[in-house]
């Protein structure tokens, strides 16, 4: 028989798959197929640029919920960073206050007390403050400390004092205490409990 009197093939390709051997349906196997077509139509849309842009977008707003927080949310936070050193034979304590809250504090105040084990006062230092903006900090010669003729081989009580009014007129008043002198420089940053104003 020649080629051209072969008779071409009429099968279909659920004819060559012997569904009732491989323990499928017909219906089972169409169904399979069309979702497989669906996946790959998916998989054709999926570009690299489609997913750098819906990573992006996902970007933006976790960094408009963090900026938010951060700046819009009312919220009372006042931090205190200690630094104390032991310098040129003495001692040299440095103090920032940071308002890192979304309202201004106002009436703020803030002592310093450098005291021996026994609790005798060495050396004190004091700021007041009609505000304090929002994401803003203060430091300076008030809130520095030279301590000269004491030894740097003891141990000190440093006392580091804050009191404020927050944005609803209520006053807030804290204490950190730190034994110092152990280390020729120790670093401390302590945080005055939140207030959330929504709360």
């Known amino acids: 028989m020649s ?14 798959i012997d569904v009732e051997v491989e323990g499928f349906s017909r219906e089972e196997v169409e169904t399979a ?3 497989a077509e669906k996946i790959l139509e998916f998989g054709e849309q999926v570009t690299v640029g489609r997913v750098l842009l819906a990573s992006f977008a996902v970007l933006m707003i976790f960094l408009s919920g963090v900026a938010g927080w951060y700046w819009v949310i009312p919220r009372d936070a006042i931090d205190v960073e200690t630094n104390y050193l032991q310098a ?8 920032q206050v940071d308002n890192s809250g979304t309202r201004a504090a106002s009436d703020v105040s803030v002592q310093i007390r450098f005291k021996d084990l026994s609790g005798q006062l060495i050396a004190s230092t004091s700021w007041q403050g009609a505000s304090l903006p929002a994401h803003s900090s203060v430091a300076g010669d008030d ?3 030279i301590i000269q003729g004491y030894t740097t081989w003891a141990q000190y009580e440093l006392t580091v004092s804050v009191d404020w009014v927050d ?4 006053a807030h008043s804290v204490n950190f205490e730190h034994r110092v ?4 420089s120790e670093w401390y940053y ?6 959330y104003w929504l709360m």
Do not use: W
């Open 33 to 35: 197929e069309e979702y």
């Open 88 to 95: 040129g034979g003495g001692h040299v304590v440095l103090v």
């Open 143 to 145: 809130l520095e400390l």
């Open 3 to 16: 080629g051209k009197d072969r008779p071409l093939s009429t099968t279909t390709d659920y004819d060559e």
């Open 190 to 195: 302590d945080s005055a409990p939140r207030h």
């Open 167 to 170: 944005g609803n007129g209520a």
């Open 181 to 184: 002198g152990n280390y020729t």
